[in-house]
């Protein structure tokens, strides 16, 4: 199998919306080495897989959980079956063997990046965040006893998808984002976005799951204009105070983060953050 992008990187901004989503929708993705390397170890063990050990076993690695729901969100189109919103129920609705045939060797982006250790950093910081912000979805989710717990683990790990993307198929404007940002630590994310790409990141990633048609439930989610929807508040909020916390708890916005998260969970501000602390002693992906 050919290890590297088929196609040279984007290096210019896009002309439209549009363009940037044909663009993505139409390229490989690359998903983590380990996860490359234990989708092997389930093939060869394919007799004892059960959707639910696929589904544990790639519940880090956002950009193989996007692969898996974007193959049965077409398989689902095409059989008028329910929605996959996890990978789990994606492999139900596959099954085992039908994943494996749709998912032989892997790319992944270690190799992708390899001798851009700029654009290396870049995902890495991006991975880690997705995991993060997953867990206290999760965590939030499992307190407020939401039915859709685990849904809300995989809205939150696919959350900054596009900007994973981003990455992989044009790591220099990537970079140039994170420089600008660098340079003037006020300066937002969606300008720095508008400034290099004419587009912001939030609405690549809502076209993009539109033109994959991923499920409904998982856009929605995953949109921060719903901010009055409380599963879409627990993602957002989750996603938020794992962006904040990345380098330091002494962020200045995180008393900010856990006044909002206590009063989405009905607890204290000092339970909160000794809640999101305890959650972040887990450990995280990270390339190799």
């Not at 919306?17 to 993705?29: H, K, M, N, T, Y």
């Not at 729901?69 to 139900?92: K, Y």
């Not at 539109?210 to 949109?223: C, E, M, N, V, Y």
Request: aromatic residues 4%; charged residues 20%; contains cysteine.
């Amino acid at each position: 199998m050919n290890d590297s992008p088929a196609l040279p990187p984007i290096d210019r901004p896009l002309p439209s919306l549009s363009a940037w989503v044909q663009a993505f929708a139409g390229r490989e993705i690359p998903v983590l080495a380990t996860s490359a390397e234990a989708l092997e170890q389930l093939r060869a063990d394919e007799d004892s897989v059960d959707a639910h050990l696929i589904g544990e076993t790639f519940a880090s690695d956002p950009l193989m959980s996007l692969k898996v729901l974007v193959a049965a969100a077409q398989l689902g189109r095409e059989r008028r079956n329910a929605d996959a919103e996890t990978v789990t129920s994606a492999v139900v609705l596959m099954g085992i063997t039908p994943f494996f045939t749709t998912f032989g060797p892997q790319p992944t982006l270690e190799h992708w990046l390899v001798g851009q250790p700029q654009a290396r950093d870049g995902a890495e910081a991006v991975l880690r965040r997705s995991e993060r912000a997953a867990r206290y979805a999760l965590a939030f989710a499992a307190h407020r006893m939401d039915q859709d717990a685990q849904i809300l683990h995989s809205a939150a790990l696919l959350h900054d998808f596009a900007e994973l993307l981003l990455w992989c198929h044009a790591p220099a404007l990537a970079q140039e984002i994170r420089r600008l940002q660098a340079l003037d630590p006020n300066l937002r994310s969606i300008k720095a976005q508008q400034q290099v790409l004419g587009i912001e990141l939030a609405a690549l990633e809502q076209a993009l799951m539109k033109t994959w048609h991923l499920p409904p439930l998982l856009a929605h989610i995953t949109d921060d204009r719903h901010h009055h929807d409380p599963q879409t508040q627990c993602v957002r909020l989750a996603v938020r105070v794992a962006r904040h916390s990345s380098q330091s708890w002494e962020n200045p916005a995180i008393p900010d983060d856990v006044k909002d998260i206590s009063a989405l969970l009905n607890l204290g501000p000092e339970p909160t953050l000794r809640l999101l602390q305890d959650i972040d002693r887990e450990s995280g992906p990270s390339l190799r």
